[in-house]
DNA sequence: CTGTTAGCGCATTCAG
DNA sequence: CTGAATGCGCTAACAG
């Protein structure tokens, strides 16, 4: 060894061994530290022979680049955020992949981080992720305020949301066309001669809960069908309520005989409702299944495409990155009917 | 201002204002530095009144401690790296979740990148992540050798395993029972009085694939019933082949009367045979689905647990971050029969 | 309770 | 083509 050990404080996991640095790597190699970081950096004007001495040294010392020390010098991190409510939850983890998919070309690395759609822990982690210099955000926003965010936007962080917009900021989006595709999906079922649809779905404070609603209720009004809110059912997706729903929804005068759900977790409460399973109503949801198909009634669907909606977003971070300038943009993204 | 303007190169990025640092903060303050870093930590032996003080020059300047240069003096990230196959797998997704439950209970934020099962992508990906000098590793190794792995291993860097383990290096590894999950299975056909039970799965040098045929096996050497190969079907999970396999166990003289697909892509792909569509063959299927109580024939199936898998594997990370010492250590997680 | 000094590992001047 | 010095922002040591 060259140097003297260092270890001024011995970490507290295990024998934990201080790694190799450059200086390590220029000694033994009897270069400069700096020609070993052209070697590290693939630069040019490095001959040949100190090119494969230093090469020589850095295999026998297992040397690896720190990169966070790099960061710290360079003022980037090739490394970006993305905040979701739920890394499990099946459009999530797509809208991770799509993101992924693009960070990965541009050779940025993803942090990934759950809110659990909890205020304080969305914005503790978006700090946390701020703290550590990402290069740039992608959030699928709790429906709270995120005006917090302004500072670090004006300051030219690239911030962009995904799935739904933030509220008290003005910043890059990218939605799918909820109300779009709510609206060929209950024309769907219009043109299959329809005229009482009920529609079950999110309260209308959540964002895309409200814009779905709109899109059934533009498709009623395109079709001169009068929009009924008894048939109308918006809350929180337990078998249930849903089953409740349907209850009423058959009930009356003029039954429904079709149904609209507007979300995924409702489609499965309505789906399990007895009521529902006992009736014949038709049916056409919003975000498509793996098992749809199968189904003892086959289940047509209106299907986004969250992996596009991620790999969306985080082109728009890298056009930001890129020098893009101007105002905030809007994407919305087209769905899919799937008639089944 | 008291300092003068620093950014030697501008960031490419748009107008990227250079940050504020503990130093802008301390002469804000009228304070040292090193106050403003035990204010910023919360460490104690600081008056609530300079306390106060430190604190509205934060405020005041949006001051965000940069954890890159905290990491680069402590040596150490409170990041962990996550390699998956797929992000968007649902599995894979699950244990990413799970992972994140108890790293974030930890303060430690989650690095992901997903593989796409591609051995160079998988270790540079793995070399990435240990240049940005991760805390601890947990990847879903793809079928390759990872014995280069084994000197950041022996450095004691934390490298746990998931869902199937490491070929060429001992780790910690946290796997599902996929022999039992199998073995229960079968058992359930038979014990509903099926003798002759088909197989339909992953080729052999699949790790999760060979388990579970070896779990099939057992459940039939236990039974006193043969093995017969004639009744096994390895290979790529696509329809046809599906197909083609249920045709064949439905043929001959002794034809099969009930069906194990050993995992979720086999079990789609055979859903959707036609040969099985027309069978009336008994059906049990490793892996859960959402809507698998709804199909038209109700899906019995061996349930993993994905998060509770990732969970596992954080934890053991921890634990040896802890300094816990001993050889490489294998959890294997029970699996439970759901039968509908 | 508070401040000063040094240096984590690297890339960036700017000389040789 | 190569190397020595400087500092990125922060915290660990060690004074006061």
Redesign the interface.
Known sequence: MTREPKTPTA???????S?PTMRDVAALAGVGIKTVSRVVNGERHVSEETRQAVERAIAQL?F??????A??RQ???S?IGLIVE?????IQ??I??GV?RIA?DAGT??????SSDDEERERALT???????V?GLIIVPSPFDHGFLR?EAD????IVFADRPPVGLAADVVLADNRGGARTGTQHLIEDGHRRIAFIGDPEDVYTGAERLTGYRDALANAGLPYDPGLVFLGAPDIARCDAAVTKALAGTWPATALFTGNSLNT?AT??APSFQRSDLAHVAFDD????????RPLTVVAQDP?AMGESAAQLVFD??????GPARTVVLPTTLIAR
């Open positions: 970490p507290p996991g295990a024998g934990r061994v790694r297992r690896r680049r720190n990169a966070g020390a960061s710290l003022g980037q991190t490394t739920d890394i499990g939850e099946p983890s797509n991770a992949r992924e990965h690395l993803l942090l990934t981080a759950s700090l946390s992720l701020i703290s550590r210099r290069d500072d300051a030219g962080l690239p499965l789906l399990r299944f793996e098992l749809a198909d199968l189904l003892r992996a930001r990155l890129g020098g893009l300038e």
